[in-house]
């Protein structure tokens, strides 16, 4: 890291999806002059704008976006590779005297930059992946995380057994390095001057929030962006097609659901998924939790501006 941005001011907005996060970024960056740097896991691939919720166009002409649109779905991207085009983008708007506004909802993106992760620089092994994989099929998801809890038990106790593809990454790591993942994913304070801004809203009202989303994505042509991307070769296992607005879809054009049907299996995905995100905010440094933020003037006298 450069000393341009050694203690500089950077101003986190996390919080579920559907809270406002992008609106209340759009308007402090108009306000404090800075630009938005993307914390958002599924916006990095093209193609993939609605049920994505990029921001769009006008909003993007009106401030400037970072980390959108950067490879096409069936491209790796990894958590190592993010942080380090973050941290460039970052470095980007100091030498320019901007403000970096990271916005978004992916809590391992955010915390690995707010937190100063060490992350693992382990390339994916796709052979290795596929074997371990087909033994969660074949033998259930938790003896996949009980082999893991065999080999780093501090990396098995922070990773649900559910969530199969972070057990099959730390495991991953493991067989490469011969290290556990836990024992190579250390922290250093990052040198900025950090405040987040937390967003919350009561549960019911999250949920209404989202159920109007997804509506609002079905109208404006969600289905037919999942079938352009099948109609371009993405295939359901690539993590862009597996992923939250997009997987749900597959028994639709499977023929085994109806179209009512993936949209509501859409929205109770979409409701566990808002309320996991929270396990990732509430640690993160410079926290303020807001829950109402109409007051916008307010905010931004909490907020320190670059200097000139």
Same mark, same amino acid.
């Given at each position: 890291?450069?000393?341009?941005?050694?203690?500089?001011?950077?101003?986190?907005?996390?919080?579920?999806?559907?809270?406002?996060?992008?609106?209340?970024?759009?308007?402090?960056?108009?306000?404090?002059?800075?630009?938005?740097?993307?914390?958002?896991?599924?916006?990095?691939?093209?193609?993939?704008?609605?049920?994505?919720?990029?921001?769009?166009?006008?909003?993007?002409?009106?401030?400037?976006?970072?980390?959108?649109?950067?490879?096409?779905?069936?491209?790796?991207?990894?958590?190592?590779?993010?942080?380090?085009?973050?941290?460039?983008?970052?470095?980007?708007?100091?030498?320019?005297?901007?403000?970096?506004?990271?916005?978004?909802?992916?809590?391992?993106?955010?915390?690995?930059?707010?937190?100063?992760?060490?992350?693992?620089?382990?390339?994916?092994?796709?052979?290795?992946? &596929?074997?371990?994989? +087909?033994? !969660?099929?074949?033998?259930?998801? =938790? @003896? /996949?995380?009980?082999? $893991?809890?065999?080999?780093?038990?501090?990396?098995?106790?922070?990773?649900?057994?559910?969530?199969?593809?972070?057990?099959?990454?730390?495991?991953?790591?493991?067989?490469?390095?011969?290290?556990?993942?836990? &024992?190579?994913?250390? +922290?250093? !304070?990052?040198?900025?001057?950090? =405040? @987040? /801004?937390?967003?919350? $809203?009561?549960?019911?009202?999250?949920?209404?929030?989202?159920?109007?989303?997804?509506?609002?994505?079905?109208?404006?042509?969600?289905?037919?962006?999942?079938?352009?991307?099948?109609?371009?070769?993405?295939?359901?296992?690539?993590?862009?097609?597996?992923?939250?607005?997009?997987?749900?879809?597959?028994?639709?054009?499977?023929?085994?659901?109806?179209?009512?049907?993936?949209?509501?299996?859409?929205?109770?995905?979409?409701?566990?998924?808002?309320?996991?995100?929270?396990?990732?905010?509430?640690?993160?440094?410079?926290?303020?939790?807001?829950?109402?933020?109409?007051?916008?003037?307010?905010?931004?006298?909490?907020?320190?501006?670059?200097?000139?």
């Amino acid at each position: 890291m450069t000393s341009e941005v050694s203690n500089a001011p950077l101003l986190a907005i996390v919080g579920a999806t559907a809270v406002g996060k992008t609106a209340l970024g759009l308007e402090l960056a108009q306000r404090l002059g800075g630009e938005i740097i993307s914390a958002d896991s599924r916006q990095v691939y093209r193609f993939m704008d609605i049920g994505t919720a990029k921001p769009t166009v006008a909003e993007r002409n009106t401030v400037r976006h970072h980390l959108i649109d950067l490879v096409n779905p069936d491209e790796q991207f990894s958590l190592a590779t993010y942080q380090e085009e973050a941290q460039t983008a970052i470095a980007d708007c100091r030498a320019r005297g901007v403000l970096p506004l990271l916005v978004g909802g992916t809590g391992q993106y955010v915390a690995a930059v707010l937190e100063g992760w060490n992350v693992p620089r382990v390339p994916p092994q796709l052979a290795l992946r &596929a074997n371990l994989q +087909r033994e !969660a099929a074949e033998q259930g998801a =938790t @003896t /996949l995380h009980q082999r $893991l809890a065999e080999i780093d038990p501090q990396a098995a106790a922070a990773i649900a057994p559910a969530n199969v593809r972070r057990v099959i990454r730390a495991l991953e790591v493991y067989l490469v390095t011969g290290q556990p993942i836990s &024992a190579l994913q250390t +922290r250093h !304070a990052p040198p900025y001057q950090i =405040t @987040t /801004l937390w967003l919350t $809203l009561p549960r019911e009202e999250l949920y209404a929030r989202i159920d109007a989303r997804v509506e609002r994505m079905i109208e404006t042509g969600l289905v037919e962006e999942v079938d352009k991307l099948r109609q371009l070769g993405y295939t359901w296992d690539l993590p862009a097609m597996s992923s939250l607005g997009y997987i749900q879809f597959q028994p639709y054009f499977a023929g085994t659901a109806t179209l009512a049907e993936a949209i509501q299996r859409l929205k109770f995905d979409t409701h566990a998924f808002a309320r996991r995100q929270g396990s990732w905010f509430r640690r993160l440094p410079g926290l303020k939790q807001i829950a109402e933020w109409g007051n916008v003037a307010d905010l931004c006298q909490t907020i320190s501006k670059p200097p000139a």
